[in-house]
């Protein structure tokens, strides 16, 4: 088994969870429209729109959760006693991958759930929908990621962990100002 399917079978339980609430999180609390719930269900565009924007909470809890999992795992005593010929970013490259994978798979299954949800309601499907939508979702989970990755080889400390959340998360939230 590669090191990449092993972080995926010993954190999926844990991360994948933690995962999927962040992205449902974000495609419940929409405002109704006319009284009915899940407004993104009547418009395929604003249902695009609320799932790439759902990193607003995917994103930070992916940096987080490699973050978290690179100081438990990995720390600082482990990564002295590696052999010279392993980097010391290898196994935070395996963590990452492992918690990026899970955070695609989130983010493919809630995209086909709101695109049966959209297809069921009959949504209105003249709204303007760009090619790119489908990758700033994606691309701002790797984002995240990386930004976790970096931080856990760069500042080790379990400090890091809230620090990561918050700092991403409210780098978020300039763009929905």
């Not at 899940?38 to 994103?59: N, P, Q, Y």
């Not at 290898?90 to 994978?101: G, K, M, T």
């Amino acid at each position: 088994m590669s090191a990449i399917g092993m972080w995926l079978r010993a954190t999926w339980k844990l991360i994948l969870p933690v995962l999927a609430l962040a992205q449902l999180a974000v495609m419940v609390n929409v405002q109704p429209v006319e009284g009915v719930p899940f407004g993104w269900r009547l418009d395929w565009a604003w249902m695009l729109s609320v799932w790439s924007g759902a990193t607003l909470l995917l994103s930070p809890a992916s940096a987080a959760a490699v973050v978290a999992l690179v100081l438990l795992n990995i720390g600082p005593d482990v990564q002295e006693g590696l052999p010279a010929s392993v980097p010391r970013w290898r196994p935070v490259a395996h963590i990452s991958l492992a918690v990026a994978i899970q955070g695609l798979v989130v983010q493919a299954v809630a995209l086909a759930v709101g695109s049966l949800t959209c297809w069921f309601c009959a949504a209105d499907a003249r709204g303007m929908t760009l090619p790119w939508q489908f990758f700033t979702g994606p691309a701002a989970l790797l984002a995240g990621v990386s930004v976790g990755s970096a931080v856990a080889l760069l500042v080790p400390t379990f400090w890091s962990i809230p620090g990561v959340l918050f700092a991403l998360f409210l780098g978020h939230r300039a763009f929905f100002w």
